[in-house]
């Protein structure tokens, strides 16, 4: 029975260190690089926050400072938030306030800003067409916009353009 009970024990005390042993690489595996504790999220989800917020007011004082300045064009400036970094987007600024605009879609590699003004220069209120492109590669995205002044030309491009070709596509 002595043997028995020293045999136990001993076994006990190797399973016992098995455990302990378990449990700190257990502790290591979530201390490495792969694992986010909850208060790293917050902390994260805080500063994201606070980036919002401070964009809003960036916003709020280029509104004001606009209304208050007398004539002149309005700037339309964005802030743009994505990844955690934020830029001043002036995409918008080439576009009129009061345009009706176009979205075509599916469009091929081939089709340029030309293309779609050809296209779409036959509407006497048109305005200006725009390809989208990657900034790296300036390869078109697929997808453009198309202005107009009048909403009469709007709908008639619409009606007219709608599920037609325009290049390859």
């Known amino acids: 029975d002595k043997k028995k009970r020293k045999s136990e024990d001993?076994?006990?005390?190797?399973?016992?260190?098995?455990?302990?042993?378990a449990n700190a690489a257990d502790s290591n595996q979530s201390k490495s690089g792969t694992?986010?504790?909850?208060?790293?999220?917050?902390?994260?989800?805080?500063?994201?926050?606070?980036?919002?917020?401070?964009?809003?007011?960036?916003?709020?004082?280029?509104k004001i400072n606009q209304q208050n300045s007398k004539g002149g064009k309005k700037q339309k400036k964005m802030?743009?938030?994505?990844?955690?970094?934020?830029?001043?987007?002036n995409s918008l600024s080439n576009w009129d306030n009061n345009d009706f605009r176009i979205f075509c879609g599916d469009l091929g590699n081939d089709v340029t800003d030309e293309v779609l003004n050809?296209?779409?220069?036959?509407?006497?209120?048109?305005?200006?067409?725009?390809v989208v492109r990657d900034k790296r590669t300036n390869k078109t995205k697929g997808y453009g916009f198309v202005s107009f002044k009048d909403p009469a030309d709007f709908t008639k491009a619409i009606k007219e353009m709608d599920g037609k070709y325009v290049g390859s596509r």
């Open 118 to 130: 050809r296209t779409f220069g036959k509407y006497p209120s048109f305005q200006q067409a725009r």
């Open 35 to 62: 694992e986010v504790t909850p208060d790293e999220i917050k902390k994260k989800a805080k500063q994201m926050v606070e980036a919002v917020r401070a964009s809003q007011v960036v916003e709020k004082t280029k």
């Open 79 to 89: 802030i743009r938030m994505a990844g955690g970094q934020m830029w001043e987007d």
């Open 10 to 21: 001993q076994g006990s005390g190797s399973a016992s260190k098995q455990m302990k042993s």
